[in-house]
């Protein structure tokens, strides 16, 4: 086998996971569509949860490593900077979603109860984003840029739960067709609509305006 047969393997896992879901998708699949026998595959991988796993890993710690360098400059001196910040992350989490649609199916597909015996996927690779985010706007709630009064966990919820709803399902325009992360004007205002959102939910200090 060549030595990035393991990355066609991962590669295919993906684009069936995000499409079926994982009870929906048989290694006879992966196989097939990786141009793989199964046994190669579970030599590489072991069995189809492992490979999930390592589906999700490869996908979700690009995530991680984006959201960290994105967190690593939020500053929260004073309400300007704060405000900055938090639009920058939330710029940075939909920028993500847009850039690799296969997050936003596999995240549906989870809060449709698919693979729901593999329990550590949130703890092992949401929990760390939105710790990193929690602890970086810590500081903006103690001085009061940020409402403390607001759950801060859940406005994170909120805006994954919007993204990628939105990169999965789209919206339905007067006209009957589905628009998603793939129409730029569309895009464009679901952007700014999230923004607003936020910016209000978390009381920062005057009014978002789109650049």
Known sequence: MAPERDQLV???????FAALGFDGTSMEQIAQTADTPVQEIKRLFGGKREL???????????????????????????????TRSVHRLIDAYLDFGAEHPYINALWVHRWLSDAVDIAEIESRYARPIYDAVLGALRPAVQAGYIDPGMDLVY???????????FGQGGVTGRDGVRR????????????????????????????????
């Open 10 to 16: 991962l590669d295919a896992a993906t684009r069936l």
């Open 155 to 165: 406005v994170l919820h909120i805006m994954a739960w919007s993204v990628h709803g």
């Open 180 to 211: 998603g992360l793939s129409d730029l004007q569309e895009t464009r205002r679901f952007r700014s609509a999230l923004h607003r959102v936020i910016h209000r939910a978390v009381r920062l200090p005057g009014d978002y305006e789109p650049e």
């Open 52 to 82: 999930y796993i390592a589906t999700v890993e490869r996908v979700y710690q690009a995530q991680i490593a984006a959201m960290q360098a994105e967190v690593r400059n939020v500053s929260c001196e004073d309400a300007e900077s704060t």
